[in-house]
């Protein structure tokens, strides 16, 4: 998850594009390797719960150029689609997948060491694609990234993957619509979720349910219910 903003919030003020190297060091010196707890088979570079990254105001970032830090997080429903991959192989295995709102790359680093035949992680956010790529690196795994809006395009995806995504109605709006025509299309579309306000749960069927540790400064508990479902 990095694009999307959870709970309502909006981004204010411009974003500076930093360069590859300044958004790189950026991130290293704000996060930790660390391994998310309900996936420990992966290590990121993720904020310590303790450190004052996220709980700068988001005015203050915009202040200095930056978007919220949503890449720094390992996010329940990220956690959990990732748990489930690893636990179904078969899901991704030698498929084309996208990973959509990546975020950190959690997701398409679970596709990969599942062995998916070929990964697009897809993230708006300008500081998502140097932390992915940084995240690749500590997993020994590859695949391709972009900052394009995808919301609407048809690839050639077998699987998409998207967590923690329906959290507004304006992005629930958008993306029911171009899931319908994917599904259509015949690609499975995987959603980890931990219960946010506007899920499309009439066009969900659950596949596994998980009790997903996140951070508390983030969400309203320490546990998250999240619930892999499939979109159709």
Known sequence: MGGNLPHGRTRQGPVKRLTADGAEGFIRANTALSHPPHVPEIVLHLADEAHDLWHRTEEELAGIGLPPPFWAFAWAGGQGLARYVLDHPETVSGKAVLDFASGSGLVAIAAAKAGAGSILAADIDPFAEPACRLNMAANAVTFDVTDK????????????????????????????????????NGTLILVGDPGRSYLPKTRLRECAVYSVPVTRALEDAEIKRTTVWQFS
Do not use: H, K, S
């Open 149 to 184: 809006n995808l919301v609407g395009q048809t690839g050639e995806w077998d699987v998409v993957l998207a967590g923690d995504v329906f959290y507004d109605r304006e992005m629930t709006g958008a993306l029911v619509p171009w899931f319908e025509v994917l599904a259509a």
